[in-house]
């Protein structure tokens, strides 16, 4: 629109990708993540689809039951564990996992009683084990590993958030010694010749099985104490962990906490290890996308978010196109999480759509703003204040390159001002002019017309441009009209004053021009081109010619509206070969005199070379000797020539 254009667009692809990159930059921030997990807990416990998990996993829990029967509560009594592990065994279990950790000595005759059992199991058996990074001394690692000495070992470790101490993933592994080992329900899993994980993976992320009310699934739990009074049976071809459920000893908070609080969100450890084991035996797997997708999905989410921003339509209609990208990506997300298992960032990429489009409907203000500025600049002095707030509403209204309008033409001029400008002081004449150009600007304004140029005394607009007015030419005549009221009366202001002010010639044709900004990038003039314009310049100077003040196209008159015009007849303007017929417009007072009708009736016999059309002339010009278009045809006439063709020998 302006020479200002191109550097706006450059700054507005400047913002977009900033606006992008600060977007993807706070979509790995460490809050986002945060928030990112809570949405993901939540997920994961509603509509995960991970409801169905293995039914041949079975937990005995050492619970306060069990230990109100003896004398002391830690460590757990080691006869009641190798009486529970026996009778587990003797229902010929896959495998029998024993998350309890034995990292010091009890009575010793319970403890060679339990490492009997666990070294003659016929069936494979899992014992816990932990390392100074548990909180173990050095003393209680030695004696973990002489305990544990020749039996299968797994890692307890449980994947706990640094943030917010929720279990989110599966120790698949560990490195122990500088040797790799398995996590706790790892090595279950691989009693039953389920291939571990890469030593490399280290953590995978726990899918936890899920009732369809959000809590979390129940595995089948038996007391210790009772297991010697279970059917046999009810351990046949069972994957057994034997732990404790205690209020107040290993216990942890999982994904479920954000939706159905402590009571229900904060797991024994033995039941996360039951559910991981699930997830292991079964093959399920949470994936989440990779960096690199995350990243190119933020960015593509970005630039959508800034193409919304940029769109043509209304603020409204905007936001609610980024409202509905938000509900689009949380739509996707949760589908492919509930049909596929796979976890999408949902807090970044929406942090980055609030970001980017909030940078760039910022931009489109900025550029708003400008366009607003610019049109206000360019056509405020020029143009009716109602028409320039209507360009601000509807921009799209105006074409700034050229464009071919039909509008009406108004050319101005001040008969003698050179001699004017000759005799009298320059700043006097400044005054004089200065007052005379303010209110004709005044009255192109108030008539809705655009003001071309001003060149010396002369005021140049035009009607119908920039936005489009389809009374344009009505609007030019009635313009005229109060242009001849106004330079008539400061005539003879002026006059009282001591100075001779000329009178105002007014020409006006209706047609089409190329109108739009035509100059360079320094210096361009909102202005038109083309041959209806030399008409309406060439009918102002008629008007010297033919002795009038006012003078129009019959284009004009036809297309006004405008009842009451003299004919002045068919002018053949000098460089052209056709005619065009002119007339001189009258004010609806004079247009219901006697005078105007006599006027009308000479002229229809002066058109049809009637004998008499000189006698009515000479009549009028008697009753009124001021009327100048009459005494120019009493000449013609008087001269020889006939009719109404007139050929004027100046431009």
Known sequence: MNSKTPKIQSIAVAAAGVAALIGVFLASAPFVRIVDNALHDGMLTSISPWTKPRDDIVLVTVNEGTLSKFAYRSPVDRKLLADTLSAVLAGGPKAVGLDILFDQPTEPKKDNSLRRVLVGARHPVVIAHAGASNGLTERQTRYLAGFSQGLLTGAVDLGTSPVDGTVRTLISGLKRNGAWLPGFATRVAMTAGIDPPEPKSGVIPMTYYRTKSGAPHAFKQYPAEAARLLPPVWFENKFVLIGVDLPDSDRHRTPFHLLNGPAVGVLPGIAIHAHGLAQLLAGD?????????????????????????YLGSHPVLRLACLVALCIGLWTVAMTMFNRLGILMPLAGPTLAIVVAGGVGFAQVWYRDRQQRSFITDAFSRYVSPAYVDRLIAHPEELNLGGQRREVSYIFTDIAGFTGL???????????????????????????????????????????????DQPDHAAKAVQLMLAIDRFSEAFRREQRLSGHVFGETRVGVHTGVAVIGNFGGSQFFDYTGLGDSVNTAARLEGANKFLGTRLCVSNATADASGWQYFRPVGTITLKGKTEGIDVLEPVTELEGQTHLFHRYQEAFA????CDRNALELLRALAVDCPEDRLVAFHVKRLRNGETGTTITLTEK
């Open 285 to 309: 797997r949470l994936r989440r996308v990779s960096v690199w997708w995350q990243f190119v999905t933020t960015l593509v989410l970005c630039s959508i978010a800034i193409g919304i921003a």
């Open 421 to 467: 400008s000759e005799q009298v002081k320059p700043a006097v004449l400044s005054e004089l002019l200065n007052s005379y150009l303010d209110s004709m600007c005044g009255l192109f304004l108030e008539h809705g017309a655009t003001i071309d140029k001003i060149i010396g005394d002369a005021v140049v607009g035009f009607i119908g441009a920039p936005v």
């Open 605 to 608: 016999a002066l058109k049809a």
